[in-house]
């Protein structure tokens, strides 16, 4: 069986890399905490991965099980044409294909942590500005006493 046709809207290993990697320095770039404006960018701007950060993980995906699947066949492959009796368990064929897709799951899991990343950014940045709201109202609050 033949590798699959990669769908249009599936990304490129390489675009995958490169949106990971942009995405990480943007999440790692230290920002004022004080200042509710920048808080405000910056919750509009992990809003605005999000889109990207799921075609991401779903091209991840597909590029993890299309190596599976090609692993699978091989070692199919094997048993067909050399011994139809299973050389090894179930367990230690799933380990060594694993193995040999690990270039593919490493990626798909850094997809998988940037998407839980993103969100616990969104997360972390609402807690701030509702923080500073709080702190403006509290002046304000008593500035009126």
């Not at 490493?106 to 609402?126: F, N, P």
Request: glycine share 2%; hydrophobic share 40%.
């Amino acid at each position: 069986m033949e590798a699959p046709n990669k769908p249009e809207y599936i990304w490129e290993i390489s675009d995958i890399m490169d949106f990971i990697q942009q995405s990480e320095s943007f999440l790692m770039t230290q920002i004022n905490t004080d200042d509710g404006d920048e808080i405000a960018w910056r919750i509009a701007e992990c809003i605005n991965l999000i889109p990207a950060m799921n075609n991401a993980l779903a091209s991840a995906k597909w590029h993890t099980d299309t190596a599976y699947r090609a692993e699978w066949e091989h070692v199919q492959s094997i048993y067909a044409t050399d011994n139809p009796t299973p050389l090894y368990a179930a367990s230690v064929l799933k380990d060594y294909i694993k193995s040999r897709t690990a270039e593919a799951q490493a990626l798909l899991l850094r997809a998988e942590k940037l998407s839980s990343g993103v969100i616990h950014a969104l997360d972390g940045l609402r807690s701030i500005l509702s923080k500073l709201k709080e702190d403006r109202r509290a002046s304000s609050y008593g500035q009126n006493l």
